[in-house]
C-alpha cells in the first residue's frame, strides 16, 4: 500500500470518529451526563457532557458508517484505494467509542482540577482515537486488525492532533466553541 492509500484508509476509517464529537457540540445542551454530581468537591464530568449531545454524537457517526458503505464501491473506484467497509458492530463501536473517550477525559481533567475548556495536550486530541479504537477492537477484532495496520495506525496518531486543532479552531471562529482548542 502506498502512502496515499494509506491515508486515504486512515481518514476514511477514522471518519465515524471524528464526528460525533463535532455533533455533540452543535447539538449539545439540556441534562448533563453526571447529574451535576461531585466527587472530592469536584464535578464528576461538567455541563459540556450531556446526553443529547452524546447520543447526538454517536448517532451522527453511525449514520456517516452507513452512508460511508453505501458510497464505498464508487468511492474506492474514483481514488483507486481499496476502502473498508464497517461492519455492524463497528457502525455503533467507533462513534460510541468516540464519545466515551471524550467522557473519560472530561472525567480525568476534573480530577486534576482542570475547568471545563481547559487545555489538556495529548488527552484532548487523542483521548477518543483511544477509546474508539478500543472499542472496535472489541466489537470487531478481525476487522480492526485488518484495518488499522501499523502504517494507518501512525497516520491517525499523526493526523487526528493536526485536524482536531483546525476543527476546533474552525468552531472556535463560528461562535460554536468558547475556546480554539
Given at each position: 500500500?502506498?502512502?496515499f ?7 476514511w476509517?477514522?471518519?465515524?470518529a471524528?464526528?460525533p464529537n ?13 447529574g451535576g454530581?461531585t466527587?472530592n468537591?469536584?464535578r464528576?464530568l ?17 449514520a456517516?458508517?452507513?452512508v ?7 468511492v ?25 473517550g471524550d467522557i473519560?477525559?472530561s472525567?480525568v481533567k476534573r480530577r486534576?482540577g482542570?475547568?471545563r475548556?481547559a487545555s489538556f495536550?495529548?488527552v484532548?486530541?487523542?483521548?477518543f482515537?483511544?477509546?474508539?479504537f478500543?472499542?472496535?477492537f472489541?466489537?470487531a ?18 493526523v487526528t492532533p ?5 476543527t ?7 461562535g460554536?466553541k468558547?475556546e480554539p482548542?
Amino acid at each position: 500500500m502506498g502512502v496515499f492509500d494509506i491515508v486515504a484508509v486512515a481518514l476514511w476509517a477514522m471518519l465515524p470518529a471524528y464526528v460525533p464529537n463535532n455533533a455533540a457540540v452543535l447539538a449539545g445542551g439540556g441534562r448533563p451526563i453526571d447529574g451535576g454530581r461531585t466527587w472530592n468537591g469536584r464535578r464528576l464530568l461538567g455541563d459540556g457532557k450531556t446526553w443529547r449531545g452524546t447520543a447526538a454524537g454517536i448517532a451522527a457517526g453511525a449514520a456517516l458508517a452507513l452512508v460511508l458503505n453505501a458510497v464505498e464501491p464508487t468511492v474506492s473506484d474514483l481514488l483507486g484505494v481499496g476502502l473498508p467497509t464497517f461492519p455492524l458492530a463497528v457502525v455503533v463501536a467507533l462513534p460510541a467509542g468516540a464519545m466515551l473517550g471524550d467522557i473519560a477525559a472530561s472525567f480525568v481533567k476534573r480530577r486534576t482540577g482542570r475547568q471545563r475548556g481547559a487545555s489538556f495536550p495529548g488527552v484532548d486530541q487523542l483521548d477518543f482515537v483511544a477509546f474508539a479504537f478500543l472499542l472496535s477492537f472489541l466489537a470487531a477484532p478481525d476487522w480492526f486488525g485488518d484495518v488499522f495496520t501499523l502504517p494507518v495506525l501512525a497516520v491517525v496518531l499523526v493526523v487526528t492532533p493536526l485536524l482536531h486543532l483546525v476543527t476546533n479552531a474552525i468552531a472556535y471562529a463560528l461562535g460554536l466553541k468558547d475556546e480554539p482548542w
